[in-house]
């Protein structure tokens, strides 16, 4: 009686678990032969996720974020991957079984589909599972009847793969060792998608039928059209299935994107050892599909904020945004920099113009956060830099750190053009106008069955110029230019027009002739280009009457013509260390419009009338021809005022001598009336570079000025601010030079540092303004009492960072810096288009005036105004800025370069330097000849840096700006030019 109870709770619990199984989804299997199944690859849609190959090939991923589209290489020792039996050979194995157990042949099946097919609903496994009901009743009679060692086999069995229905079908005596077999081996991997039956003697196992994964909303229309065929097929399929045949139930699995065979096993070795997956080891560098929100829950978009960035790449994925200021003020609430995280910056670069929204504001300990929601301007169109070359790879690291990016370039490039390790060179971008960040490459290679990553590759490129060894000077030199955008010659037919335009010959008609006036030069002695010249007389009145003679280029260069255009272009002379970019070429820079002395020149001439006390009476502007008497440098008209008649000089400057003394005297009324108005004088030393016979900086020296060139500073400052007040009245065309006030943050930033210093800051910010005293005197205090302490040019070069930049605008303005109301540049047309422009200006109003002169008082006809040039102004002011500011960055990376150059060869020298800048990340040190470099923090034990107090400290000593020290040279790269120091332990 008991032993029918245990036969029924048996069966009951028999039927129980067919019903589970047929309502859970099965997985595709790959039999091996020997037993064990292992799971097919997955698939979405038709494509395959592919292999690692083995050896030493390589993949390359390339793509988008979102896409992973692999590329092999070559897999020549690859092992074969096994493949699943033929669905004939199934379908045969199936019907020996049903002949073997009904004792007739089974139905003919269709072939089995081998490709993943949509879930099955749970109502379409209804069917299979009344079959398999059916097909079991005839069979249970038998199975009452069991040996108590099939019993026992049996329940080994069910404890072995949990869920696993009874064989129904009494197994042959012969078969029941080997059907122990696989059970003894506790290593193997559960059939999770098998049928456990037990085949009689001399049958094969069979594949078992399954329920497909639902595919995915988003796949192709054809991989779901072939999707419910296969789903069709498979609901076909489990009816005619013979109930001997089983699943084993399998957990739900996660709606997530299929993985590889390969990285599955990964993530099952990190889950047992209690790591972190490899995606999210990698720093934010996952590439699959980026989420459309990124903002936290509950944030709404009427809320957010957009705004116009100039975005910052941090190289590890994440980067900041920092608002651009349009007509009104960003929100100063948000903070300096906005966070953007890694899936939300749209691959923009370092320097790209984007659009960002802000959906988190500071506060509670966190910084203002936002997306990335487009990028209005791609910035990046060529990089240059050193390039590395390794066996399976080859990369490029910008010159500029502030990109934080690491190019992919394929080798091919390298082959074609000859580049090899170290070279420098440059990469534009593959495909694209500008570089992003969207498209990624990682490469990983295989050695020894363990795989070494390679570095992670932000872009990709092609290079296109090769420049030579990253540690030579011309390579460097070039790369440089080549990168700034400077031209360097001139087309032919700008040569050829301005060789014809220096040819013309001189006359006086139309110009006031000058040439028996004591009129000369003073400039360098390596200056080739002299374009201002200076006279200086008494008038009946006993006032002041400077002559301030120009070059008269505008002569040479009519308006819109293809010198004039290509001047345009250029903006500015480029001076380096060891020579000069003209902006005009040499055939007028250095020949007709530079005022050699004793030869015929035309001048643009400007009379300022000043008052013995120097104010300006009168500007009077003309057309002039004169002769310079004589060819005057700084250095030799300095040692000439040291040492009066006992200088060598004496007899050179003859003629000019008695001028000179006069100069001397109205140089120093207007350096006294320049301190009433508000000038700013601030202390910026300079350094000269000497360089060898093979152009190697063999000593750099502090460019030192005297009253030489203070007196051409002051003379030249007098001309423009008389010409800017001229043409300012007739409302003519001109590009004013505009200075704004330091903006109250930045000026609040610098009292704050200042008053950390101990220097006197009383009255410089609104809380305590002093309205008696102007903010341009309460600066020169606080640089006077820097002087005193010996850190005058450190302080002076803070405060330099605090205030605006000078630019060129169409309308008028006022010069802070130099306590201006209004200010042009009209002394160097030779060097600077601006200058040029005013020259136009003057050249096309001159003839429209009753005696060929122009004052303020002049009365001038409607037709004077030059209609064209007004209308060019605004244009002219934004380009003439822009290329001031690419010169004037090239010039200080060419000096960076000389001075690496120079350090090269004194590493491990112990040097004496003083602290001149305190950052997060170090010290910034000079040395006596201005030589700049950086300790970094982590060279000082336990360094502790505060910012704000611009201090360091480290164990018992305290670092402050002008802290004088010993630090030990252990870097120079011209490369970059960039020089580091260690700090040398006191004894």
């Known amino acids: 009686m008991t032993k029918q109870k245990n036969n029924i709770k048996r069966e009951q619990q028999r039927e129980l678990q067919e019903e589970e199984a047929s309502q859970i989804r099965t997985r595709k299997v790959r039999f091996t032969g020997g037993g064990f199944a292992f799971p097919a690859p997955e698939t979405t849609g038709n494509t395959e996720k592919k292999r690692r190959p083995s050896g030493k090939d390589a993949i390359i991923v390339e793509g988008r974020p979102g896409q992973a589209n692999m590329k092999k290489q070559a897999t020549p020792d690859a092992a074969p991957v096994p493949e699943a039996k033929p669905a004939q050979k199934q379908k045969k194995q199936t019907a020996a079984r049903q002949e073997k ?3 007739k042949p089974a139905p003919n099946q269709k072939k089995q589909d081998t490709r993943p097919a949509p879930e099955q609903k749970k109502q379409d496994t209804a069917p299979a599972a009344e079959q398999k009901k059916q097909d079991s009743k005839p069979a249970q ?11 026992k086999q049996a329940k080994n069995e069910s404890k072995t793969v949990p869920e696993q229905k009874k064989p129904e079908a009494k197994p042959a005596p012969e078969q029941k060792k080997d059907r122990k077999s696989p059970q003894k081996n506790r290593n193997s991997i559960p059939a999770a998608d098998t049928k456990d039956a037990k085949p009689a003697s001399g049958e094969k196992l069979s594949v078992p039928v399954q329920n497909p994964p639902e595919p995915k909303k988003n796949a192709p229309a054809q991989n779901q059209k072939q999707n419910r065929k296969n789903q069709k097929k498979s609901a076909e399929t489990a009816v005619t299935q013979p109930a001997a045949v089983q699943t084993v139930p399998v957990p739900e699995p996660e709606k997530t994107e299929p993985v590889s065979a390969d990285i599955a096993a990964e993530k099952m070795r990190n889950n047992k050892k209690g790591r972190k997956p490899a995606d999210a080891r990698r720093n934010g560098r996952d590439k699959r599909t980026q989420p459309k929100d990124h903002r936290p829950a509950g944030r709404g978009r009427e809320a957010d904020t957009v705004l116009d960035c100039r975005f910052s790449y941090s190289g ?13 003020s960003p929100d100063k609430s948000l903070g300096e920099d906005i966070f953007i995280a890694p899936r939300a910056s749209m691959g923009a670069m370092t320097g790209d113009l984007v659009q960002v929204r802000v959906f988190r504001r500071p506060g509670n300990g966190h910084s203002a956060e936002g997306e990335v929601v487009s990028v209005t301007e791609h910035t990046v169109e060529a990089v240059t830099g050193r390039l590395t070359v390794a066996e399976d790879y080859a990369a490029v690291k910008p010159d500029n750190e502030k990109l934080r990016v690491l190019i992919y370039v394929p080798l091919e490039d390298c082959e074609m053009i000859g580049a090899k390790d170290g070279d420098k ?9 500008c570089f992003t960040r969207s498209r990624s490459i990682t490469i990983q290679r295989r050695k020894h069955n363990k795989y070494d990553e390679v570095p992670f590759f932000d872009t990709k490129g092609r290079i296109t110029t090769l420049f030579g060894a990253s540690s030579g000077r011309e390579a460097n030199y070039a790369a440089i230019l080549h990168a700034s955008g400077i031209r360097t010659e001139f087309p032919p037919y700008v040569k050829n027009a301005a060789a014809a335009a220096a040819e013309q010959p001189l006359t006086a008609a139309g110009r006031v002739d000058l040439r028996d006036r004591v009129i000369f030069t003073i400039d360098g002695a390596d200056a080739k280009d002299l374009d201002d010249a200076i006279s200086l007389d008494r008038n009946a009145d006993g006032d002041w009457v400077l002559g301030v003679h120009i070059a008269d280029v505008s002569h040479y260069v009519p308006y819109e013509s293809c010198v004039e255009k290509e001047a345009r272009t250029r903006g500015t002379s480029v001076y380096f260390t060891d020579k000069v970019i003209p902006m005009l070429p040499e055939e007028l820079s250095n020949g007709a419009c530079s005022l050699n002395a004793g030869t015929d020149k035309y001048a643009l001439s400007c009379e300022i009338t000043l008052t013995p006390t120097g104010q300006r009476k009168r500007v009077e502007i003309y057309k002039s021809i004169l002769r310079s008497t004589v060819r005057g440098v ?80 002051q003379f030249m400052l007098q001309a423009n601010m008389g010409v800017a007040e001229t043409l300012r009245a007739k409302e003519l065309p001109c590009l004013y030079r505009i200075h704004e006030e330091p903006d109250k943050d930045k000026l609040h930033a610098f009292a704050v540092y200042a008053h950390n210093l101990g220097l006197p800051t009383f009255g410089l910010t609104a809380e305590s303004a002093d309205e008696n005293t102007s903010l341009s005197d309460k600066l020169m205090g606080i640089i006077a009492e820097a002087s005193r302490r010996e850190i005058g040019d450190i302080v002076s070069s803070v405060l330099l960072r605090s205030m605006m930049k000078a630019k060129y605008v169409a309308t008028p303005g006022s010069h802070f810096g130099l306590g201006a109301e209004t200010y042009c540049h009209f002394t160097s047309p030779i060097r600077r288009y601006p200058d040029l422009f005013v020259h136009t200006v003057l050249t096309a109003v001159l003839p429209y005036t009753p005696d060929g002169r122009l004052t303020a008082d002049t009365p001038l006809p409607p037709e004077a105004m030059p209609q064209m040039l007004a209308a060019a102004a605004p244009e002219r002011g934004v380009s003439s800025t822009d290329t001031e500011i690419t010169a004037q960055q090239t010039e200080w990376k060419i000096e960076d370069l000389y001075m690496a150059l120079y350090m090269s060869d004194k590493l491990g020298q112990v040097f004496d330097v003083t602290v001149i800048s305190v950052m997060k990340f170090g010290l910034f040190v000079q040395c006596s000849n201005l030589v700049e470099g950086l300790i970094p923090a982590p060279l000082f034990p336990d360094a502790v840096v505060n910012e704000a107090f611009c201090t360091l400290r480290s164990g018992g000593t305290l670092y402050t700006l002008g802290t004088k020290m010993q630090a030990r040279l252990v870097e120079a790269d011209p490369a970059n030019g960039r020089i580091t120091f260690a700090p040398v332990e006191e004894k």
């Not at 009679?141 to 019993?151: D, E, G, H, L, V």
């Not at 590890?316 to 009104?328: D, I, K």
């Not at 000593?699 to 060139?709: K, L, N, Q, T």
């Open 141 to 151: 009679k038998p199975k009452q009847q069991n040996t108590r060692s099939a019993r």
């Open 316 to 328: 590890r994925g994440f980067g900041f945004a920092v608002p651009v200021e349009q007509g009104n």
């Open 634 to 713: 700084y250095s030799e008209v300095n040692d000439l005022f040291d040492k009066g008649d006992e200088s060598p000089y004496r007899e050179k400057y003859a003629a000019a001598w008695p001028m000179l003394v006069e100069m001397r005297s109205l140089y120093r009324i207007l350096k006294n009336q320049a301190e009433t108005r508000g000038v700013m004088e601030l202390e910026d030393a300079e350094a000269q570079i000497l360089l060898n016979a093979e152009g190697f900086p063999v000593e750099i020296v502090r460019r030192e000025r005297g009253d030489a060139e203070k007196i051409i500073e």
């Open 101 to 103: 157990q009904d004792g």
């Open 425 to 433: 060179v440059e990469v534009v971008p593959d495909g694209e106008p």
